[in-house]
C-alpha cells in the first residue's frame, strides 16, 4: 500500500506519542501461544474525568493511576492554558483546583482527537462568568458530533459562533455563566454530551436537570461520570428510569484518588489468550465492581469457549482450542469492542453478527464501514449493515491494513497477526490516542515488529 494514501493527523500526535515518524509496521506472530501476567494503564475516560473535575474543584487533588497518552496530554494541555497548575510526575498528577473558576480567561484550546476533552470542556468554559476561547482540533475530531451539547449550552446562555458549517471545530465559546433549569439531550449520539454537561452543571446559576432522548449509548459511561462527580463532592440524582439527572448547585471538593486501568486497553490482551489458546492475567482489575462498560467483553469471551476466571483483584482469559461464533452481540453497551469482536470472530467456527452500534460510525473514524473494508482486503466475508456487520470466518489472506487513523482499528486489526504472518498496519503511530506503547508490549509478549518510516525504509 502506498503510504500517501493513508490518512493520518500527526498533528493530534502529543509528546506522550510514539512512531509518528513511522508509515508501518510488520507484525510476526508469536510463538504458539500467549502466556502472560500483566498491568496496563490508567482508564483514559476516569484519566480525563479526574482531571477536569479536579480543575474545577476547590484545593488540591492528586490523582494517580493517569494514562499517559495523546487524549490526556491534551486535557492537561487545555487546562494549563486555562491558568490550572497541574504538576505531572510519571502517572500522578497534582492539580490545584481552581473553585469553578479558570484563572485565565481567553485563548485557544486545542483539544487534539479526544472526543473526551471535546465534549467535557465546552460545559466547564460556559460556566464561567466570563471569558472567551477558540477551541480547535483534529480533523477527524471537527468530522464528530458536538452540535446537540453546543447548541444545550447556548440555550442556557454561552455565546457560540461555529468557525465552519458543518463542521464541529473550531468554534468560538464566550462565557457568561449557565442557566440552570432543564436540558434535553439525545442518548443515541454520544453519552459524552450527557457527561458533559452533567460535570460542569454544579456551576449552573440554579440547578440543572437533564432529560435523556431515547436510549444512551453505551451507557455506563454516564455512571463512571457521576461516580466521579460524586467521588468529588457533588451528588447527582437519578430518575426517570436513567432518563433523566438532576445535578444540584455545588462545589466539588479536591481529593486524592487512584484510577481503574483502562479496561478496553484490557480487552485486546485478552483477545489474544482467545485468539492463540494461551493465558492471559491482568492484575488490578477488579470485574465485579468496575463502572467500564469494556469489561462486557469478557462474557462474550466466554459465549466464544474461553475459561475467564474474575478474581479480586485481577482478570484471568485462557483461550480454548477452537474459537465458537454462531451468535449475535447487541454492541451498543460496550461499542468500543465491535471491532475486537469482529477480528476474534474473523476464527471462529461460525459467523457472528455485531449489531447496535451505529453510532460508531461517528467515532474517531466511520468503524463499521473501516472495519468491513479493511477486513475485505484480507479477503473475509463480511455483511456491512447501518449499525453492525457480520463476519464470516475464513482463513485470512495476508496484507497491509489502513487503520484510518483510528487508535482502536490499527489495535484490533494488529491481533490479526496471532494467528497468520504477513500483517502490516499503516500509520501504527495512531495508537496513541490511547495506548502509546501497544507495539512494544506487542513485542514483549512474543511479536516480531518491524517499523518502517513513512519514507519507507
Ligand atoms: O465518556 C467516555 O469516556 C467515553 C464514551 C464513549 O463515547 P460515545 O458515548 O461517544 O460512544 C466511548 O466510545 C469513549 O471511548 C469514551
Ligand atoms: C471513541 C473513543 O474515544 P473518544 O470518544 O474519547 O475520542 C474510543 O476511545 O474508542
Redesign the pocket.
Known sequence: MENKHVERDLESRSPWSLHGDKGKVSLQSPEGKVEAVLTVSGS??LT?RALIIAALAEGTSVIEGILRSDDSFWCIDALTRLGIKLEVDGNKVTVEGGGGLFPLVGGELYVGAA??VARFLPGALAVQPAGAWKITGSAALARRPLSPLLDALSDRGAEIQMEKEGSSLPYLLKARGLQGGNVILPGDT???FI?GLAIAAPYAREPLTIAIKDEV??QQ?VE??LDMMAAFGVVPHVTNGGQAIVIPNGAYRGRSIVLEPDI?ACCYFWALAALTGGTVKIEGIHAASTRQPDIELLGYLELMGCMVTRGEDFVEVQGPEVLRGGFTANMKSC??QTLTLAVLAIFADAPVSLTGAA??RK?ECDRISAICEELGKLSITVDEKPDGLTVYPETPVPATLDPHDDHRMAMALSLISSRIDGISIANPGCVSKTLPDYYERLQQLGFGITFETWGGC
Open positions: 483514559k475516560s480525563n472526543g473526551t454520544s453519552s459524552q457527561s449509548v453505551q459511561y463512571m461520570t478496553s461499542s468500543d453510532h460508531i467515532h
